[in-house]
Protein backbone atom coordinates (compact mmCIF):
# COMPACT_ATOMS: atom_id res chain seq x y z
CA UNK A 1 0.00 0.00 0.00
CA UNK A 2 2.54 2.32 0.85
CA UNK A 3 4.34 2.03 -1.93
CA UNK A 4 1.20 2.29 -4.00
CA UNK A 5 0.53 5.39 -3.00
CA UNK A 6 4.00 6.66 -3.29
CA UNK A 7 3.81 5.75 -6.76
CA UNK A 8 0.35 7.63 -7.08
CA UNK A 9 2.08 10.75 -5.26
CA UNK A 10 4.83 10.41 -7.80
CA UNK A 11 2.33 10.12 -11.02
CA UNK A 12 0.13 12.94 -9.75
CA UNK A 13 3.42 15.28 -9.50
CA UNK A 14 4.73 14.12 -12.65
CA UNK A 15 1.22 15.15 -14.05
CA UNK A 16 1.29 18.55 -12.29
CA UNK A 17 4.45 19.50 -14.04
CA UNK A 18 3.59 18.61 -17.24
CA UNK A 19 0.59 20.98 -16.97
CA UNK A 20 2.40 23.43 -15.29
CA UNK A 21 4.48 23.22 -17.96
CA UNK A 22 2.21 23.93 -20.78
CA UNK A 23 0.79 26.67 -19.13
CA UNK A 24 4.18 28.27 -18.42
CA UNK A 25 5.22 27.67 -22.30
CA UNK A 26 1.79 29.19 -22.84
CA UNK A 27 2.85 32.11 -20.90
CA UNK A 28 5.84 33.28 -23.35
CA UNK A 29 4.42 32.40 -26.25
CA UNK A 30 4.75 34.50 -28.93
CA UNK A 31 1.04 34.77 -30.07
CA UNK A 32 0.06 35.36 -26.31
CA UNK A 33 3.13 37.59 -24.15
CA UNK A 34 2.56 39.02 -20.82
CA UNK A 35 5.48 41.15 -20.06
CA UNK A 36 7.38 42.03 -22.72
CA UNK A 37 11.13 42.27 -22.69
CA UNK A 38 13.36 44.80 -20.66
CA UNK A 39 14.42 47.85 -23.36
CA UNK A 40 18.04 47.54 -24.63
CA UNK A 41 20.24 50.50 -24.14
CA UNK A 42 19.32 51.56 -27.40
CA UNK A 43 15.45 52.03 -27.00
CA UNK A 44 15.97 54.06 -23.89
CA UNK A 45 17.13 57.12 -26.43
CA UNK A 46 14.87 59.25 -27.40
CA UNK A 47 14.63 61.95 -30.53
CA UNK A 48 12.54 65.25 -30.63
CA UNK A 49 12.05 66.89 -33.67
CA UNK A 50 11.53 70.02 -33.99
CA UNK A 51 9.29 72.66 -36.47
CA UNK A 52 8.15 76.29 -36.32
CA UNK A 53 5.36 78.32 -37.09
CA UNK A 54 2.67 76.10 -38.88
CA UNK A 55 -0.45 76.48 -40.26
CA UNK A 56 -2.74 76.19 -43.97
CA UNK A 57 -4.10 79.85 -44.69
CA UNK A 58 -3.36 82.34 -46.43
CA UNK A 59 -5.02 85.55 -44.48
CA UNK A 60 -8.49 85.20 -44.00
CA UNK A 61 -9.06 82.53 -46.82
CA UNK A 62 -11.78 80.10 -46.73
CA UNK A 63 -10.86 76.49 -45.85
CA UNK A 64 -11.17 73.69 -48.35
CA UNK A 65 -11.24 70.15 -47.23
CA UNK A 66 -9.06 68.78 -49.31
CA UNK A 67 -6.47 71.53 -49.16
CA UNK A 68 -5.05 75.05 -49.32
CA UNK A 69 -4.63 77.59 -52.14
CA UNK A 70 -2.75 80.28 -52.13
CA UNK A 71 -2.70 83.01 -54.88
CA UNK A 72 -5.31 80.99 -56.95
CA UNK A 73 -3.16 77.88 -56.51
CA UNK A 74 -4.21 74.85 -54.74
CA UNK A 75 -2.39 72.15 -53.25
CA UNK A 76 -3.33 68.87 -51.73
CA UNK A 77 -2.58 68.36 -47.92
CA UNK A 78 0.20 65.77 -49.23
CA UNK A 79 1.59 68.05 -51.25
CA UNK A 80 2.43 70.24 -49.03
CA UNK A 81 4.51 68.17 -46.76
CA UNK A 82 6.07 66.19 -49.41
CA UNK A 83 9.51 67.74 -49.17
CA UNK A 84 10.05 67.26 -45.53
CA UNK A 85 8.67 63.91 -44.99
CA UNK A 86 11.76 61.77 -44.77
CA UNK A 87 12.96 64.08 -42.13
CA UNK A 88 9.27 63.70 -39.89
CA UNK A 89 11.29 60.65 -37.85
CA UNK A 90 11.42 61.45 -34.62
CA UNK A 91 9.75 59.76 -31.28
CA UNK A 92 8.22 63.19 -30.79
CA UNK A 93 7.96 65.67 -33.78
CA UNK A 94 6.66 68.91 -33.08
CA UNK A 95 5.34 71.94 -34.53
CA UNK A 96 3.47 74.96 -33.65
CA UNK A 97 -0.02 75.49 -34.86
CA UNK A 98 -0.04 79.04 -35.62
CA UNK A 99 -4.09 78.81 -36.65
CA UNK A 100 -7.42 78.46 -35.21
CA UNK A 101 -8.24 74.88 -36.59
CA UNK A 102 -12.19 74.88 -37.75
CA UNK A 103 -14.50 73.53 -40.32
CA UNK A 104 -16.10 77.00 -40.22
CA UNK A 105 -16.23 80.13 -42.91
CA UNK A 106 -18.74 81.59 -40.93
CA UNK A 107 -16.64 82.62 -37.36
CA UNK A 108 -16.48 86.11 -36.92
CA UNK A 109 -12.88 87.55 -37.86
CA UNK A 110 -11.42 89.23 -34.53
CA UNK A 111 -9.32 92.44 -35.62
CA UNK A 112 -7.15 92.25 -32.47
CA UNK A 113 -6.79 96.36 -32.30
CA UNK A 114 -5.09 96.48 -35.40
CA UNK A 115 -6.44 98.29 -38.67
CA UNK A 116 -4.87 95.49 -41.28
CA UNK A 117 -4.99 92.07 -38.81
CA UNK A 118 -3.78 89.09 -40.48
CA UNK A 119 -6.29 86.17 -39.42
CA UNK A 120 -5.50 82.25 -39.69
CA UNK A 121 -7.98 79.33 -39.89
CA UNK A 122 -7.18 75.40 -41.02
CA UNK A 123 -9.52 72.82 -41.96
CA UNK A 124 -9.58 69.85 -39.80
CA UNK A 125 -8.06 67.80 -42.59
CA UNK A 126 -5.12 69.93 -42.71
CA UNK A 127 -4.30 69.31 -39.09
CA UNK A 128 -4.84 65.56 -39.21
CA UNK A 129 -3.21 65.31 -42.35
CA UNK A 130 0.04 66.86 -40.05
CA UNK A 131 -0.75 64.28 -37.62
CA UNK A 132 -1.14 61.39 -39.77
CA UNK A 133 2.95 62.60 -41.26
CA UNK A 134 4.30 61.74 -37.88
CA UNK A 135 4.11 65.45 -36.05
CA UNK A 136 2.48 64.68 -32.56
CA UNK A 137 3.10 67.44 -30.52
CA UNK A 138 1.08 70.55 -31.29
CA UNK A 139 1.84 73.90 -29.54
CA UNK A 140 -1.31 76.19 -29.86
CA UNK A 141 0.13 78.96 -27.90
CA UNK A 142 0.53 81.89 -30.44
CA UNK A 143 -0.87 85.64 -31.56
CA UNK A 144 -3.23 83.83 -33.95
CA UNK A 145 -5.32 81.24 -31.54
CA UNK A 146 -7.58 83.68 -30.81
CA UNK A 147 -8.13 85.12 -34.53
CA UNK A 148 -12.02 83.86 -34.55
CA UNK A 149 -12.39 84.70 -30.60
CA UNK A 150 -13.91 82.50 -27.96
CA UNK A 151 -15.32 80.16 -31.15
CA UNK A 152 -12.97 79.97 -32.66
CA UNK A 153 -10.85 78.34 -29.48
CA UNK A 154 -13.48 76.09 -28.94
CA UNK A 155 -13.42 74.73 -32.55
CA UNK A 156 -9.69 74.46 -31.97
CA UNK A 157 -9.88 72.16 -29.12
CA UNK A 158 -13.15 70.26 -30.02
CA UNK A 159 -11.12 69.38 -33.25
CA UNK A 160 -7.76 68.85 -32.14
CA UNK A 161 -8.57 66.73 -29.08
CA UNK A 162 -9.62 63.45 -31.57
CA UNK A 163 -6.25 63.74 -33.05
CA UNK A 164 -5.47 62.03 -30.15
CA UNK A 165 -6.91 58.69 -32.16
CA UNK A 166 -4.80 59.71 -34.79
CA UNK A 167 -1.36 59.62 -32.85
CA UNK A 168 -1.02 62.79 -32.00
CA UNK A 169 0.59 62.73 -27.89
CA UNK A 170 -0.22 66.11 -26.39
CA UNK A 171 -1.53 70.01 -27.06
CA UNK A 172 -0.49 72.65 -24.60
CA UNK A 173 -1.13 76.62 -24.47
CA UNK A 174 -4.78 76.76 -24.94
CA UNK A 175 -8.03 76.24 -22.81
CA UNK A 176 -11.66 76.89 -21.50
CA UNK A 177 -9.46 78.04 -18.01
CA UNK A 178 -6.33 79.15 -16.89
CA UNK A 179 -5.76 76.02 -15.35
CA UNK A 180 -6.84 74.23 -18.31
CA UNK A 181 -4.68 76.63 -20.59
CA UNK A 182 -0.84 76.08 -18.57
CA UNK A 183 -1.61 72.48 -17.72
CA UNK A 184 1.64 70.78 -18.73
CA UNK A 185 1.70 67.41 -19.89
CA UNK A 186 3.61 64.31 -18.97
CA UNK A 187 4.17 62.18 -22.38
CA UNK A 188 5.54 58.54 -22.32
CA UNK A 189 8.40 57.69 -24.92
CA UNK A 190 9.77 54.15 -24.68
CA UNK A 191 10.29 53.78 -21.07
CA UNK A 192 11.08 57.97 -20.25
CA UNK A 193 8.84 60.43 -19.35
CA UNK A 194 8.87 63.86 -21.40
CA UNK A 195 7.14 66.82 -19.93
CA UNK A 196 5.70 69.55 -22.31
CA UNK A 197 4.03 72.73 -21.95
CA UNK A 198 3.85 75.79 -23.98
CA UNK A 199 2.94 79.59 -23.41
CA UNK A 200 2.95 82.82 -26.26
CA UNK A 201 2.66 86.42 -27.02
CA UNK A 202 -1.35 87.33 -27.08
CA UNK A 203 -2.14 89.73 -29.38
CA UNK A 204 -1.22 93.97 -28.20
CA UNK A 205 -1.57 92.03 -24.76
CA UNK A 206 -5.17 92.03 -25.64
CA UNK A 207 -7.14 91.40 -22.09
CA UNK A 208 -9.98 89.14 -23.80
CA UNK A 209 -7.67 86.84 -25.17
CA UNK A 210 -5.97 85.93 -21.83
CA UNK A 211 -6.96 83.09 -20.15
CA UNK A 212 -8.96 83.71 -16.98
CA UNK A 213 -9.98 81.50 -14.05
CA UNK A 214 -13.55 80.79 -16.06
CA UNK A 215 -13.12 82.21 -19.46
CA UNK A 216 -11.52 80.37 -22.30
CA UNK A 217 -7.87 81.73 -23.60
CA UNK A 218 -4.12 81.40 -24.10
CA UNK A 219 -1.49 81.70 -21.97
CA UNK A 220 0.25 85.42 -22.25
CA UNK A 221 3.92 85.07 -22.37
CA UNK A 222 4.33 88.87 -22.14
CA UNK A 223 2.52 88.69 -18.33
CA UNK A 224 5.37 87.54 -15.76
CA UNK A 225 2.62 85.98 -13.37
CA UNK A 226 1.79 83.22 -16.44
CA UNK A 227 5.48 82.37 -17.67
CA UNK A 228 6.18 81.73 -13.77
CA UNK A 229 3.19 79.66 -13.75
CA UNK A 230 3.83 77.37 -16.92
CA UNK A 231 7.40 77.13 -15.70
CA UNK A 232 7.00 76.02 -12.03
CA UNK A 233 3.82 73.99 -12.92
CA UNK A 234 6.27 72.28 -15.86
CA UNK A 235 9.16 71.85 -13.29
CA UNK A 236 7.31 69.73 -10.94
CA UNK A 237 5.88 67.26 -13.36
CA UNK A 238 6.73 63.86 -12.97
CA UNK A 239 9.15 63.56 -15.92
CA UNK A 240 12.43 62.64 -17.19
CA UNK A 241 13.14 65.71 -19.34
CA UNK A 242 11.42 68.80 -19.93
CA UNK A 243 10.29 70.80 -23.03
CA UNK A 244 8.84 74.50 -22.99
CA UNK A 245 7.52 76.09 -26.06
CA UNK A 246 7.50 80.11 -26.48
CA UNK A 247 6.20 81.63 -29.22
CA UNK A 248 7.86 85.06 -29.03
CA UNK A 249 10.36 87.01 -30.75
CA UNK A 250 11.04 90.49 -32.43
CA UNK A 251 9.80 89.75 -35.84
CA UNK A 252 12.50 89.98 -38.85
CA UNK A 253 15.31 90.34 -36.35
CA UNK A 254 17.88 87.25 -35.70
CA UNK A 255 19.26 88.70 -32.51
CA UNK A 256 18.38 87.45 -29.38
CA UNK A 257 16.96 90.43 -27.29
CA UNK A 258 17.09 90.70 -23.18
CA UNK A 259 13.74 89.49 -22.59
CA UNK A 260 14.65 85.88 -23.65
CA UNK A 261 18.32 85.86 -22.69
CA UNK A 262 16.38 86.74 -18.52
CA UNK A 263 13.53 84.58 -18.81
CA UNK A 264 14.75 81.68 -21.15
CA UNK A 265 18.19 81.59 -20.59
CA UNK A 266 18.58 82.58 -16.66
CA UNK A 267 15.51 81.24 -15.47
CA UNK A 268 13.77 78.60 -17.39
CA UNK A 269 16.71 76.64 -18.33
CA UNK A 270 19.82 78.16 -15.44
CA UNK A 271 17.46 78.18 -12.75
CA UNK A 272 14.25 76.20 -12.89
CA UNK A 273 16.49 73.46 -15.61
CA UNK A 274 13.65 73.28 -18.26
CA UNK A 275 16.21 70.72 -20.32
CA UNK A 276 14.71 72.31 -24.05
CA UNK A 277 13.00 75.39 -24.38
CA UNK A 278 11.94 75.88 -28.29
CA UNK A 279 11.23 79.64 -29.34
CA UNK A 280 9.16 80.86 -32.81
CA UNK A 281 7.35 84.19 -33.99
CA UNK A 282 10.28 86.17 -35.70
CA UNK A 283 10.28 84.19 -38.97
CA UNK A 284 13.76 84.19 -39.12
CA UNK A 285 16.54 81.83 -36.93
CA UNK A 286 17.32 83.10 -33.98
CA UNK A 287 20.66 80.97 -32.64
CA UNK A 288 21.26 78.20 -30.60
CA UNK A 289 22.37 77.82 -26.96
CA UNK A 290 23.25 75.45 -24.38
CA UNK A 291 22.75 77.14 -20.85
CA UNK A 292 23.67 74.59 -18.20
CA UNK A 293 22.43 71.14 -19.67
CA UNK A 294 19.61 72.49 -21.11
CA UNK A 295 19.36 73.57 -24.80
CA UNK A 296 17.52 76.71 -25.97
CA UNK A 297 16.47 77.48 -29.94
CA UNK A 298 16.15 81.23 -29.26
CA UNK A 299 13.72 80.90 -32.83
CA UNK A 300 13.32 78.43 -35.31
CA UNK A 301 11.90 80.29 -38.38
CA UNK A 302 8.82 79.35 -40.34
CA UNK A 303 7.91 76.16 -40.88
CA UNK A 304 5.12 75.51 -43.17
CA UNK A 305 2.36 78.35 -43.41
CA UNK A 306 0.82 79.91 -46.71
CA UNK A 307 0.42 82.85 -44.66
CA UNK A 308 3.66 83.93 -44.53
CA UNK A 309 5.78 85.57 -46.86
CA UNK A 310 8.36 84.06 -49.64
CA UNK A 311 11.92 84.70 -47.37
CA UNK A 312 14.03 83.71 -50.51
CA UNK A 313 15.07 87.14 -50.99
CA UNK A 314 15.79 88.12 -47.58
CA UNK A 315 19.56 87.63 -47.26
CA UNK A 316 21.54 84.72 -46.21
CA UNK A 317 20.98 85.27 -42.78
CA UNK A 318 17.17 85.66 -42.79
CA UNK A 319 15.62 83.15 -45.81
CA UNK A 320 15.99 80.00 -44.25
CA UNK A 321 13.42 77.96 -41.47
CA UNK A 322 15.05 75.32 -39.44
CA UNK A 323 13.88 72.32 -38.58
CA UNK A 324 15.38 70.52 -35.91
CA UNK A 325 16.31 67.01 -34.46
CA UNK A 326 17.36 66.73 -30.50
CA UNK A 327 18.84 63.32 -29.57
CA UNK A 328 18.62 62.43 -26.05
CA UNK A 329 20.41 59.52 -24.09
CA UNK A 330 20.62 58.73 -20.55
CA UNK A 331 23.74 59.97 -18.74
CA UNK A 332 26.21 57.72 -16.37
CA UNK A 333 23.85 59.10 -13.46
CA UNK A 334 20.81 58.11 -15.19
CA UNK A 335 19.72 61.46 -16.32
CA UNK A 336 18.13 61.91 -19.83
CA UNK A 337 19.93 64.55 -21.65
CA UNK A 338 20.87 66.09 -25.30
CA UNK A 339 23.46 64.23 -26.92
CA UNK A 340 23.51 65.60 -30.30
CA UNK A 341 21.72 67.97 -32.36
CA UNK A 342 20.84 68.23 -35.88
CA UNK A 343 19.69 71.20 -38.62
CA UNK A 344 18.33 71.02 -41.23
CA UNK A 345 18.15 75.01 -43.25
CA UNK A 346 14.59 75.12 -45.33
CA UNK A 347 13.49 76.72 -47.88
CA UNK A 348 9.65 77.56 -49.61
CA UNK A 349 8.63 77.73 -46.13
CA UNK A 350 5.23 79.53 -47.35
CA UNK A 351 3.91 76.83 -49.41
CA UNK A 352 6.27 73.14 -49.52
CA UNK A 353 8.88 73.35 -46.58
CA UNK A 354 12.27 71.59 -48.34
CA UNK A 355 15.77 70.78 -47.20
CA UNK A 356 18.24 73.24 -48.85
CA UNK A 357 20.71 72.22 -51.57
CA UNK A 358 23.72 71.32 -49.72
CA UNK A 359 25.99 74.29 -51.13
CA UNK A 360 23.34 76.19 -49.72
CA UNK A 361 22.39 74.46 -46.52
CA UNK A 362 26.18 74.47 -45.75
CA UNK A 363 26.42 78.05 -46.15
CA UNK A 364 23.28 79.01 -43.96
CA UNK A 365 24.85 76.66 -41.00
CA UNK A 366 27.94 79.42 -41.23
CA UNK A 367 25.52 82.15 -40.76
CA UNK A 368 23.36 80.04 -37.90
CA UNK A 369 26.94 79.55 -36.40
CA UNK A 370 27.68 83.42 -36.64
CA UNK A 371 24.91 84.64 -34.86
CA UNK A 372 25.57 81.50 -32.51
CA UNK A 373 29.07 83.01 -31.65
CA UNK A 374 26.92 86.16 -30.43
CA UNK A 375 25.85 84.36 -28.14
CA UNK A 376 27.09 82.40 -24.23
CA UNK A 377 27.60 84.25 -21.12
CA UNK A 378 30.80 85.77 -19.70
CA UNK A 379 30.75 83.17 -16.63
CA UNK A 380 30.68 80.04 -18.77
CA UNK A 381 27.44 78.64 -17.98
CA UNK A 382 25.58 78.77 -21.36
CA UNK A 383 27.93 79.09 -24.65
CA UNK A 384 26.30 79.25 -28.60
CA UNK A 385 26.20 76.04 -30.40
CA UNK A 386 28.90 75.67 -33.32
CA UNK A 387 26.78 73.18 -35.88
CA UNK A 388 29.85 71.35 -38.16
CA UNK A 389 28.42 71.39 -41.98
CA UNK A 390 27.79 67.71 -43.52
CA UNK A 391 28.28 67.11 -47.10
CA UNK A 392 24.42 67.32 -47.10
CA UNK A 393 23.92 70.77 -46.38
CA UNK A 394 22.39 70.20 -42.16
CA UNK A 395 24.29 70.71 -39.27
CA UNK A 396 25.58 68.28 -36.74
CA UNK A 397 26.42 69.34 -32.90
CA UNK A 398 27.97 66.40 -30.30
CA UNK A 399 28.43 66.33 -26.80
CA UNK A 400 31.23 64.42 -25.51
CA UNK A 401 31.01 60.70 -25.80
CA UNK A 402 28.59 60.54 -27.85
CA UNK A 403 30.33 58.74 -30.42
CA UNK A 404 30.28 55.59 -28.12
CA UNK A 405 26.39 55.22 -27.36
CA UNK A 406 25.12 52.16 -29.08
CA UNK A 407 22.55 52.77 -32.23
CA UNK A 408 20.93 56.05 -34.03
CA UNK A 409 23.24 58.56 -31.76
CA UNK A 410 26.77 56.62 -32.11
CA UNK A 411 26.48 56.25 -35.31
CA UNK A 412 25.30 59.97 -36.03
CA UNK A 413 28.45 61.10 -34.33
CA UNK A 414 31.30 58.52 -35.48
CA UNK A 415 34.05 60.82 -37.16
CA UNK A 416 32.24 64.13 -35.90
CA UNK A 417 34.63 67.25 -35.67
CA UNK A 418 34.06 70.39 -33.92
CA UNK A 419 33.28 73.16 -37.08
CA UNK A 420 35.47 74.91 -38.64
CA UNK A 421 35.83 78.84 -39.09
CA UNK A 422 33.36 80.78 -41.73
CA UNK A 423 34.99 80.55 -44.95
CA UNK A 424 36.36 83.98 -45.94
CA UNK A 425 33.93 84.20 -49.25
CA UNK A 426 30.80 84.16 -46.76
CA UNK A 427 32.22 86.09 -44.18
CA UNK A 428 31.31 89.44 -45.25
CA UNK A 429 27.81 88.50 -46.80
CA UNK A 430 26.63 86.74 -43.61
CA UNK A 431 28.36 89.92 -41.37
CA UNK A 432 26.06 91.91 -43.45
CA UNK A 433 22.67 89.76 -43.33
CA UNK A 434 22.84 89.23 -39.57
CA UNK A 435 23.55 92.87 -38.50
CA UNK A 436 20.58 92.60 -36.59
Known amino acids: MITSHHASVRALSYLLFVVLGVVLTRTVSAEDPIAPPAPTPVDRTVTITLGGDTGFSPNHAPVQ??????HGRFQAW??????????????LN????????TDSNKLRRDTKGQRGPFNFRTHPNGARHLVERGFNVFSLANNHSMDYGPAGLKDTLRLVEPLKAHGLKAHAGLGMNREEASRPHVIPVKGNKIGFAAIGIVTNNLARHRAGENKPGQISYRFSDDFNLIVDRLKRTDSDYKMLSIHYGLEGRVRTDAMQIRDWRNKAALKDGIDLIVGHHAHVPRGVEIAGKSVIFYGLGNFLHHGTADMTSKGICKDFGVFAKVHLARDPQGALRAKAIEVIPLTQMHRKPKPMSPASGRARIHALNYLDSRLGSKDGRAKGVRFTPQRNGSGLYCFAGANTIPGRIGKLCRGWKPAPGIPSNLRRRIAGSCAR
Open 65 to 70: AKGVRR
Open 94 to 101: FINIETIV
Open 78 to 91: ADTTAGIAPHVDGD
